[in-house]
């Protein structure tokens, strides 16, 4: 089969407008999982009984379980059980939210955890409450450390979207696989949507070596 370029000229204005959502979905997702991932990764730090169980149930359980599981259960099984509809864009969202919610909880876990006993103590020597401390002192240097881990975690989520295509998301697999319906050029589209998730997470990676370079993580 001959490979052609027009056939991915063709599709270029509807594979980008799904690589727009597709960006869409993983930042609004990655702002309300840093939200979860932060109190969940507090609260196992730093937490009493109660509220550390909570944090660790909730970060097994989601890690422990396919993504695809997750979507589709929030999709299908949860109007059953509670009386609310919810559209395929917000499914897709609250699914990244809560997955990567935990990643990013164990992430901040293991940063807040790294940072030297030292600086905790230096705080509370200068007058600060414990609270203060964690909030001043530790969170910008624990800050500093996750965010490689952070970045590598948006990467995923990103990639994590094309499983979307399950519950009809228009994002950029889902509108790849339009047109292919449409035109029956695999090979050029495929190679056109793979190239557009290659330059999105290439970019992403180049800022972020540029923020930690400037953040110089310690």
């Known amino acids: 089969m001959q490979f052609q370029w027009s056939a991915i000229w063709d599709a270029l204005p509807v594979l980008l407008d799904g690589a727009k959502l597709t960006l ?8 309300g999982g840093a939200v979860i991932g932060v109190i969940a990764g507090f609260a196992r730090a730093y937490g009493g009984f109660i509220s550390s169980r909570i944090a660790l149930v909730f970060i097994e359980l989601i890690r422990g379980t396919p993504i695809m599981v997750q979507v589709m259960f929030i999709y299908f099984a949860l109007p059953l059980m509670v009386p609310i509809r919810i559209d395929p864009f917000g499914a897709a969202v609250f699914t990244i939210m809560i997955n990567s919610g935990a990643y990013i909880g164990e992430i901040t876990r293991g940063a807040v955890l790294s940072i030297n006993n030292g600086f905790r103590e230096a705080g509370l020597a200068l007058g600060l409450s414990r609270r203060d401390t964690l909030r001043y002192v530790i969170t910008p240097l624990a800050f500093r450390r996750m965010i490689p881990a952070l970045g590598n975690q948006w990467i995923v989520s990103i990639k994590d979207t094309s499983l979307f295509i399950v519950i009809g998301v228009a994002e950029l697999t889902r509108q790849g696989q339009e047109v292919i ?11 056109a949507v793979a190239v557009i998730y290659l330059v999105i997470t290439l970019v992403l990676s180049y800022i972020l070596r540029r923020m930690e370079a400037r953040l110089k993580i310690l």
């Open 181 to 191: 319906a449409g035109n029956f050029r695999a090979m050029e589209v495929w190679t």
């Open 24 to 31: 869409w979905i993983s930042i609004l997702g990655l702002i």
